[in-house]
């Protein structure tokens, strides 16, 4: 017998490719699909729960570099190895049961380098080897394009170059924030901080950033500056108009006057020199990538963007849309052929109704050459029922007539205003005045905002020569600070971060990778900075903290604090990825940076001062929420807690279990490793002792297994 294994990177995604089957049969680890013309004899799904395998934490290669000590740094191993996340050891070994089994192997995890990192490292520590192996390749769950996939899986070449600078990726992050958050939690230590400090490759940048704005904004000074401004009464209405000229001293603006022997409030005869009318077309926009859906629905409703990605995620399971982690805004001919069929059904479930101003593809939206691996969010060829639509929840059913309207506005027609220039002259002194009136809706009818035209907006139609009364006035404004950014902005910040930068070669570079994170790794450093208390979100308004000052303070100057720097690793990482760089120098590259910043910190961190309000505070994050990664758990008083239990996460712990106190520290090491060491004095019918696991479900546990290997 053929024995083929498919692996899906969670139990989620699993279910949707059975759903594309018959199934045999069903356990918690596998499911059984009955012979079908794709696989005559049958196959196996399993899958990972996200991560089974993790790095080894240092500990695992050196009992010494357990405790944190700078005189044990640099802390790189000479080989890395995984292991086995805590709590998931049961599923690993069906996994690996399995694929020993197997004569083919399928990777279904998801298409992206972090699918690619997650099947390899589990079959590496499978031990499974030369077993030919398979990459399904598909950008929606419906079934239909579930089985397309498995009909035309892709051969492995391309999938393990992703996999390789994913695992260099990871392994240098790994190197970068075991070394620099000792090195400079110690060393802020020996100043009197108390507590430690989280450095990351690409998170310390961005906190740097946000730090940045916050400083421009506390450093502002504003100064007043200086505009002439007109009030034209003409025999068909009232119009205003600037003179150009801005200026930061009064007396500049007041000789002019006198120039052309103007009056300050005073009436004057004015002239109408010319009347210029301009039809502008403004197109729809382009279709959503995960960063220009975060931003919108920031905008508009607030949602931060780590509650963003997890609810499209979910519109995706539900096979409603597309792939959401992409970072094009490009769909192929393919895509727009569907989109096209169906627009009629689309209309009807958004409620609204047009005639498409065009049914042919344009190089706006649909471009096969801008597609790589995955095209722009659009709704799925499963158009949903107006009952399934109410079934969503509010966020859910938001994003998702998101997604459908802005794929609608693609076949709509441009939104047209005319836009009218009155230059008009007063003493040979000349004023304009810019007004627009709507002209055609067009797309804009699918996103009503409510909001009405303003008045003065729309100017008189006045014509030219002829005579108008005229009022100047000296106008004057006070400069305005830049404004703080919104949670929303992070995400935009993150990509366009090369603007920041005054080298030409790193804005270069910067612009090529697009800033920093990826488009499916952003909204979670935004969530690990705010765990870490660096920055605050306060009615959507980001703000730095103490503790994030003491940490830009302590990294400024350095590489660290430096989105070029970042940007320059990524755009090696592209080229393993592409097959033109080498895992081994960049790690190398990596060892030697850290060697550096070992030498360098004392002397840079002596200028820091640690800041009181910095230290640990009662209402500070034990550790990131393990269930939902958005959040961070909390003292509740009674209870553990997830600080985005109003995001929908539900995970808690009890302050006892079984008549022992469960402390802060207990709850953290649970959090991070997923397990504790052997603890002692539990209560039941007698006395016992056991180490504490989190299972698949982020249900605590007890683990009398770890308990007989300690105590042997």
């Not at 000789?255 to 197109?283: F, P, Y």
């Amino acid at each position: 017998m053929n024995t083929v294994v498919i692996l899906a990177e969670k139990p989620s995604q699993a279910k949707a490719y059975a759903d594309a089957f018959q199934v045999k049969e069903k356990t918690k680890t596998h499911i059984v699909i009955k012979p079908d013309p794709i696989f005559p004899e049958g196959a196996v799904i399993t899958w990972g729960i996200g991560h089974l395998a993790e790095l080894k934490e240092p500990h695992d290669y050196k009992k010494e570099w357990k405790t944190w000590k700078l005189d044990e740094l640099p802390i790189i191993p000479d080989n890395f190895r995984e292991k086995v996340q805590a709590g998931k050891s049961a599923q690993f070994r069906a996994v690996k049961s399995w694929f020993q089994a197997a004569d083919m192997i399928i990777n279904a995890a998801d298409v992206d380098r972090e699918g690619s990192n997650i099947f390899y490292s589990i079959l590496r520590l499978t031990g499974v080897r030369h077993k030919p192996i398979k990459r399904l390749w598909i950008n929606s769950l419906e079934k239909d394009e579930v089985r397309k996939g498995f009909q035309n899986l892709q051969s492995n070449e391309r999938d393990l170059l992703m996999f390789q600078e994913a695992k260099a990726r990871q392994i240098s992050d790994w190197i970068v924030g075991i070394n620099a958050s000792r090195l400079f939690s110690l060393l802020m230590q020996q100043k009197g901080f108390a507590g430690s400090l989280s450095i990351g490759r690409v998170q310390s940048p961005t906190v740097y950033m946000i730090y940045q704005r916050q400083m421009e904004i506390e450093q502002f000074v504003s100064t007043p500056f200086y505009q002439l401004e007109g009030t034209f009464t003409s025999r068909q209405g009232t119009y205003k108009g600037m003179a150009e000229v801005k200026v930061d001293k009064k007396d500049v603006v007041e000789e002019l006057l006198i120039k052309h022997n103007i009056e300050e409030g005073a009436r004057a005869a004015g002239s109408v020199q010319t009347v210029e009318k301009k039809r502008k077309h403004i197109k729809s926009p382009k279709l959503h990538s995960l960063s220009t859906l975060q931003s919108t629905a920031n905008r508009k409703w607030k949602y931060s963007p780590s509650h963003v990605l997890k609810t499209v995620q979910k519109l995706y399971e539900k096979k409603l849309v597309s792939y959401p982690r992409t970072d094009s805004q490009h769909i192929t001919k393919s895509e727009f052929s569907y989109l096209r069929n169906n627009l009629e059904e689309y209309q009807q479930s958004m409620g609204v109704t047009f005639q498409p101003s065009s049914t042919y593809p344009k190089k706006r939206y649909v471009d096969d050459g801008k597609v790589q691996e995955h095209y722009a969010i659009v709704p799925t060829k499963k158009v949903p029922t107006a009952s399934a639509i109410e079934r969503l929840t509010r966020d859910e059913t938001n994003l998702y007539k998101e997604v459908v309207l802005t794929t609608l506005a693609m076949f709509h027609e441009d939104y047209i205003y005319e836009e009218t220039t009155i230059k008009t002259e007063v003493q040979e002194l000349l004023f304009t005045s810019v007004g627009r009136v709507e002209v055609q809706k067009g797309w804009k009818e699918l996103f009503p905002t409510g909001k009405k035209t303003n008045d003065e907006d729309i100017l008189p139609p006045v014509k030219p020569d002829e005579g108008v009364e005229a009022v100047v006035h000296i106008k004057e404004g006070m400069t305005k600070p830049p404004k703080p950014y919104t949670e929303g902005q992070l995400i935009n910040m993150m990509k366009t971060c090369g603007k920041y930068i005054e080298d030409e070669a790193d804005h270069e570079i910067l612009k090529e990778v697009e800033g920093l994170g990826t488009e499916a790794t952003r909204s979670g450093i935004i969530e690990t900075i705010k765990v870490q208390k660096y920055i605050e979100v306060k009615k959507n308004i980001v703000s730095i903290t103490e503790k994030g000052r003491m940490l830009c303070e302590a990294i400024d100057g350095t590489l660290l604090s430096s989105p070029a720097m970042t940007a320059k690793w990524e755009t090696y990482l592209k080229k393993i990825g592409n097959g033109q760089g080498s895992s081994d120098s960049f790690l190398k590259q990596t060892g030697q940076f850290i060697h550096k910043l070992i030498e360098e910190t004392p002397g840079q961190v002596e200028k820091v001062k640690v800041r009181a309000a910095a230290q640990t505070r009662t209402g500070e994050a034990i550790a990131q929420c393990p269930a939902c990664k958005q959040g961070g758990v909390m003292d509740r008083g009674r209870f553990y807690g997830c600080s985005a239990y109003k995001e929908g996460c539900k995970l808690s712990f009890p302050k006892r279990i079984a008549g022992k106190t469960l402390t802060k520290h207990m709850i953290k090491t649970l959090c991070e490793k997923r397990k504790t060491r052997v603890l002692k004095g539990f209560k039941g019918k007698k006395k016992f002792n056991a180490a504490l696991l989190l299972d698949e479900k982020n249900k605590i546990k007890f683990d009398f297994e770890n308990k007989t290997k300690d105590n042997k």
